[in-house]
């Protein structure tokens, strides 16, 4: 670790606020620490301040008082979805079999695994960089991590009897995606980002195969933003799941929890 009194750390903070960091104090704290010598933390901050992620370059990010590996062009987990997670385990009961796709890192799935007891688990995510994270995350857990899209991977013996199916799937609308901040949208996986032309193109898939994946009286969980609440609580109940609309003001954040009838 790089000696703090051989940081000039005001001189750090300075650059990193310069650049747009809101928290530049903090993140300021966490280059030094993850420096092993003064070139190696100049090479963090020029990076940092060029606009890479700071998880991407400190190799981890925190997600439900976790630390979660993540790596260079892996989505990033936002602390907001820790609402899905939260939703995802009050409408689960003990022993669920429990799917998480689009998993991206992990992250939701590690969560999941340390608040349930469930009796098989496992995420999937059609991003090869994403699953390879996910499985290194995961790993001495006994999940399973699938790479393909959405259920297409999943064993078959698996539909009709899923207890929980949680997706964080993309849900930014094309057009809006260039509007996102630059260390998202240029070193993400666009493939996790984009939600085609409303936003809901992905959800909508989701939806309508959940509904033949989930047991009777199973539960979907998905995160997405405010303006499509609405339209999306929509789409579930076309496809016979009876949705219920959940937002944290605290985290910014909004989820829905679908059941299938029984």
């Keep these: 670790m790089t000696s703090p009194h051989r940081v ?4 750090l903070v300075r650059r990193l ?8 104090e903090d993140e300021a704290d966490l280059l030094i620490a993850a420096a092993d010598s003064p070139r ?3 090479d963090l901050v020029d990076r940092r301040v060029a606009g890479l992620p700071l998880e991407h370059l400190l190799g981890w990010a925190e997600f439900c008082g976790m630390r979660v590996a993540v790596d260079p062009g892996v989505f990033v987990p936002r ?6 997670v939260d939703a995802a385990v009050a409408v689960t009961g003990p022993a669920a079999a429990v799917l998480d796709l689009c998993c991206g890192s992990g992250a939701t799935t590690l969560a999941l695994a340390r608040r ?4 098989w688990l496992a995420g999937a995510d059609i991003d090869p960089a994403a699953v390879a994270c ?4 995961l790993a001495g857990t006994g999940v399973e991590v699938y790479q393909g899209d959405l259920f297409d991977p999943v064993p078959p013996a698996w539909r009709g009897r899923l207890d929980l199916v949680v997706a964080n799937a993309p849900y930014v609308p094309t057009a809006a995606v260039a509007l996102m901040p630059p260390e998202a949208r240029l ?3 666009s493939v996790a980002l984009d939600g085609g032309p409303d936003g809901l193109a992905v959800l909508r898939r989701v939806g ?5 994946w989930l047991a009777p009286g199973g539960h979907l969980v998905v995160e997405t933003s405010a303006a499509q609440a609405d339209a999306l609580c929509a789409l579930l109940t076309a496809v016979g799941l009876i949705p219920t609309l959940l937002r944290d003001d605290d985290l910014e954040a909004t989820a829905v929890t679908a059941r299938r009838r029984t």
Excluded: I, K, Q
């Excluded at 000039?8 to 001189?11: G, I, K």
């Design 40 to 42: 190696a933390l100049a």
């Design 8 to 11: 000039d750390h005001a001189d």
């Design 116 to 119: 349930l007891e469930p009796r």
């Design 187 to 189: 070193h993400e996986a």
């Design 208 to 212: 309508a195969a959940a509904a033949e």
């Design 17 to 24: 606020r310069a650049a747009g960091c809101v928290y530049a």
């Design 134 to 137: 996910a499985r290194r995350n």
């Design 79 to 84: 602390g907001r979805t820790a609402l899905l």
